[in-house]
């Protein structure tokens, strides 16, 4: 369930023009092609409890989605309208600061998914060590910067690949990078058979290449060095993409779920 305030539903009413039952300029059938790239089946019964306009449905999509996908859902709603020239016919400078607006709303949710995620990942981990990251990386997030959090998010991330590679006796060095590291445990879980379809592995295997570009983002973009930091938005498509996949390995590998697991009991 998203946490939208009032004030907030509000001015997405008003950019997204639903004071008379519709969405932007949406019909049934496009309203519904949009909302199934999004996983959402807005016809179904479950958006339509305070009506069957549109409107309606995208005002109880609001209130039972989860913050992540309302958030996308959101994004996606305001490119639409820039690339349909939506409002053209309105002041450009009340447009401007109302998007603005908005685009806040949406990256607000999708910061507080992360946090989320990360309260998430310090459990599962189950060790003081990753808890203190998690509650940089955290902090970070909450203060709206998430490209401060960068450089403990990659910390984070070499202590978890590190973690699963000691319980298979994978060797690698201090100094080694991390996407190389990665590569090693990948191999691993690839003949253990930890994943159930190829397209699940070749998007882990992808990770390798991903990672080594973390280790530039650390290096030159982050503030692990005096660097001029990367902007907000990609900062937190670099936080979903690496907490999915913490998360996702902690499911699959056997091992390090049992292991962590036994640290809790």
Known sequence: ????????????????????????????????????????DIDGELYKRQGTSKANRLRTFWKVGE?????????????????????K???????????????RISQRLLRDQIIAELDELAEVTNERNFELLAEEV????????????????????????????????ISFTRNEAIHCIVGKYIKVLRGGGCFESGMAESILSSTISVFDKFNDVRNNRSLAHDNPVLNS???????????????????VDPKIKEATEQRKA
């Open 1 to 40: 369930m998203s946490d939208l305030a009032g004030n907030e539903r509000n001015k997405l009413e008003k950019l997204f023009h639903m004071e008379d039952g519709y969405v932007l300029n949406f019909n049934d059938r496009s309203f519904r092609d949009f909302f199934e790239d999004y996983g959402v």
């Open 89 to 103: 016919s309105s002041p450009p400078a009340l447009v401007e600061s109302l998007i603005k607006d908005c685009k």
């Open 138 to 169: 955290r902090a970070a997030i909450e203060k709206r910067r998430p490209e401060v959090g960068l450089d403990r998010l990659h910390t984070y991330l070499i202590k978890f690949v590190r973690m699963g590679c000691g319980l298979y006796g």
């Open 233 to 251: 938005e990609e900062s937190l498509l670099i936080f979903n993409y690496v907490t999915a996949t913490i998360r996702f390995i902690w499911r």
């Open 67 to 87: 913050n992540r996908v309302v958030g996308r859902v959101i994004e996606g709603l305001i490119e639409y309208g820039i690339d349909e020239q939506l409002w």
